[in-house]
């Protein structure tokens, strides 16, 4: 299993940024696809973003496309979501997730570890 922490999260005006870091520790290894997720209130948990470590590939749900970007540091096993531009409607418990793999999936049920999650606050 890997073990996800996350960083970063805090209230920001809306038009701001914010960064969040996840660290992983545990059975890491080059086959492993890093994802973020968040959960608003009342709503279901939806994918944000993801990179597969084997071969840096990229997903994005459509509505952060242009505004938030992933990235990620393999000597630390950390990976980033910088978030630039955010909206009220960004507001949510965002979370790490990773799963052993190459592809990034979307589906959270794919997913077998998950970091405690850090709240992201957009003010209006």
């Known amino acids: 299993q890997v073990q996800l922490v996350e960083s970063g999260g805090g209230l920001v005006q809306a038009g701001g940024s914010l960064r969040l870091s996840c660290a992983a520790s545990?059975?890491?290894?080059?086959?492993?696809?890093m994802a973020w997720f968040r959960q608003a209130p009342g709503k279901e948990r939806e994918f944000v973003a993801g990179?597969?470590?084997?071969?840096?590939?990229?997903n994005f749900k459509d509505s952060v496309k242009g505004r938030f970007t992933i990235s990620r540091d393999s000597a630390l096993n950390t990976v980033y979501l910088q978030m630039n531009s955010l909206k009220p409607e960004d507001t949510a418990v965002y979370y790490c997730?990773?799963?052993?793999?190459?592809?990034?999936?979307?589906?959270?049920?794919?997913?077998?570890?998950w970091g405690q999650g850090t709240q992201v606050t957009v003010s209006s």
């Open positions: 997730a990773a799963r052993y793999g190459s592809v990034v999936i979307q589906s959270s049920l794919v997913y077998a570890s």
């Open positions: 545990g059975r890491t290894s080059s086959s492993v696809v």
């Open positions: 990179i597969s470590w084997s071969d840096g590939s990229l």
